[in-house]
């Protein structure tokens, strides 16, 4: 089972931009589907963005032109590159990392965007 830290959150005001950053421990990072996951208060989780191994990408809706998911093997990361940032997008970031039907997930990072 890999573990997963996430970095990179913090407080920007409304249009503003934040990287976050997952790091994943252990080996075959390559073999992982990643992906980055939001939780506001009182909601339930959800998709942001998913980006297989072969780097295909998948994004929700409500963030498609404005973040960009990526990935570098060689560092074991997985990013999320989030501009155009809104209050809306004030919640915890969870990075997952599926691989062979088994998910692993980080602690989490808040992100609070002011209006």
């Known amino acids: 089972q890999v573990q997963l830290v996430e970095s990179g959150g913090g407080l920007v005001q409304a249009g503003g931009s934040l990287r976050l950053s997952c790091t994943a421990s252990g080996r075959f990072f390559v073999s992982y589907a990643m992906g980055w996951y939001r939780q506001g208060t009182g909601k339930q989780r959800q998709l942001v963005a998913t980006i297989t191994i072969s780097g295909s990408t998948n994004y929700a809706d409500t963030v498609k032109g404005r973040f960009t998911i990526s990935r570098d093997n060689a560092k074991n990361t997985v990013y999320l590159q989030m501009n155009s940032l809104k209050p809306e997008d004030t919640a915890v970031y969870y990075c997952?990392?599926?691989?062979?039907?088994?998910?692993?997930w980080g602690q989490g990072t808040q992100v609070t965007v002011s209006s």
């Open positions: 997952k990392a599926d691989r062979l039907g088994n998910a692993s």
